[in-house]
């Protein structure tokens, strides 16, 4: 079991260009999401997904946008990339329903660099 | 107002000793309460969850939290150099929102 998996680890980018982050997770969970970390922050919610087809907006999701095909991959695509969007991005999963709904399970990262 | 504060730190405290980690709320609609740990260039893993009120202990870790002043502790007794990490403090409403994080403490374990 692999758990949720992300790709690439490193990527830098120009600026003006797009690039998608890969997520992939085999617990078979329903909900997923994708956060951002910049240097002393905490975690920000980007946008999710509580199953395939059905995307909504988190917290920052200018910039971003979303797709759901399957139950396993969740890619979070970079339009016209912007320095701010320098940042650590996080991938995350969970179950339906009690405790499960509450556990979270991250990826990796995938370190962005926009330069 | 941040609806999660967290002293960054860093926290810088001596083996074996008692460590104390803390967050305040501002939202009163959260219900779930978790400390994350995060090594560097690591995802979060989850330490502790605890629903409502009340504590929870899981070995040398205690996660408490008092909803009426909206305040979430983590407890680490017999702090040891493995422990050094970055913590984070989520909470969250239920359903499939995402958690709201506090910045993370950096905690330091001297050995």
């Known amino acids: 079991n692999a758990g949720v998996t992300q790709t690439p680890k490193f990527r830098i980018l120009k600026i003006g260009q797009s690039m998608t982050l890969q997520c992939t997770q085999d617990?078979?969970?329903?909900?997923m999401y994708w956060y951002r970390q910049d240097p002393g922050m905490g975690l920000k919610l980007i946008y999710y997904?509580?199953?395939?087809?059905?995307?909504d907006k988190g917290e920052v999701p200018n910039g971003y946008n979303v797709s759901r095909s399957t139950t396993e991959d969740f890619p979070l695509r970079l339009e016209l990339a912007a320095p701010s969007q320098t940042s650590v991005y996080f991938c995350?999963?969970?179950?339906?329903?009690?405790?499960?709904?509450?556990?979270?399970?991250f990826g990796p990262g995938t370190r962005l660099l926009v330069l | 107002q941040k609806e999660v504060e967290q002293d960054p730190g860093p926290l810088s405290v001596p083996e074996g000793a008692i460590v104390s980690l803390n967050c305040t709320y501002s939202?009163?609609?959260?219900?779930?309460f978790m400390w994350y740990r995060q090594y560097s260039r690591k995802g979060p893993e989850l330490l502790m969850y605890?629903?409502?009120?009340g504590n929870k202990e899981d070995g040398r870790f205690t996660a408490q939290v008092d909803k009426s002043s909206k305040y979430i502790s983590l407890f680490i007794r017999d702090s040891q150099p493995s422990d050094s990490a970055t913590y984070l403090c989520?909470?969250?409403?239920?359903?499939?929102?995402?958690?709201?994080f506090g910045k993370g403490t950096h905690l330091i374990i001297q050995p």
């Open positions: 995350a999963s969970s179950d339906i329903g009690g405790r499960a709904q509450e556990t979270q399970y």
């Open positions: 617990m078979n969970h329903n909900y």
């Open positions: 997904s509580v199953g395939a087809g059905i995307t």
């Open positions: 939202n009163s609609a959260f219900q779930y």
């Open positions: 605890t629903y409502s009120s």
């Open positions: 989520a909470t969250h409403r239920g359903g499939a929102d995402g958690l709201t």
